[in-house]
């Protein structure tokens, strides 16, 4: 049997519908507002998909684009006048920052009332004590895709997680406690990472690194969920790929997100419910 495949765009549109809903019960349109330095292209994409996901919804959607000269003081002064206004519901600091630029004193900057990446070290400390304003949005979405995936709540699920970021690793460790799994935290010192995977009932990737995950790593009926997002050349251009091998990996997992399609189109809707969060929070 080959693995069911998690529709990320399905979890996505059902979360779109709760937040149109939401945005409608409030007195007026909630405003999130993206500061980007220079003209990165990541960004600039990221920012686009931002947008058009967020008029869908009924969020209004401005983008500071401040001068790549700007220095850090200027950001923060900026960062801080988003923090007084009224009218602003959150803000999304787009990353990369230039070089030097300390990008944690940069974002601790906003409130966390702001803060709807939940990127601030407030947000964090929220989160580890459950009382979390807005979650980082792709810690959310695994967590999302992870249970669509188990089909039943995962408490004493064993779980392993690949990566230890401030953005996606440790946020899903602490969402998963929560929800009484089991958790493994590896990273590059963890010493049997087969081993480890091959262990668990599910898998979560979030290295940025191809087809780290083999199919021989996973347990038989395990689900995965990838959140790997790599660009690479193949000889027809650059493609997306996971961390997971998805053809071997189909073979042995009960269920399985693919990239893309999976927990990148599920990140973005939360980034929306998040506004929503933080405009009924403000009321
Ligand atoms: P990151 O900050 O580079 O962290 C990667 C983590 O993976 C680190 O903890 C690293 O370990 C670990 N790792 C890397 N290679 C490993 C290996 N060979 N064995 C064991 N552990 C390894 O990355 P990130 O920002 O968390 O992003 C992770 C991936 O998710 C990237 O592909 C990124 O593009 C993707 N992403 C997707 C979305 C989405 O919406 N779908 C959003 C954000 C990021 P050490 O700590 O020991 O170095």
Redesign the pocket.
Known sequence: VTASIIDGKALAETTLDRVRAAVSTLASPPLLVAVALGDDKASAAYVKRQAKIAQQCGVIYRLDGLPSHTSENELMAHLESLNRDASVTGVILQTPLPKGFDAGRCRDVLRVEKDVEGVTTMAAGRLFTQRPLAIP??AH??LVCLKAGVGTDLRGLDVAI????????KPLAALLIHESATVTV?????KD?AGTLRRVDAIV??????G?VTGAMIKPGAVVVD????AVSTPEGTKLV??VRFDEAKEVAKAITP?PG???????ALLMMNVVELARAKR
């Open positions: 949005c792709t979405a695994a690949v990566g230890r970021s401030e953005i996606v690793g590896c990273h590059r010192g963890t990472l990737a979030a290295a940025g690194s191809p780290l959140v790997g997002t790599n996971g961390d990239v999976g927990v990148g189109q599920v990140t973005v």
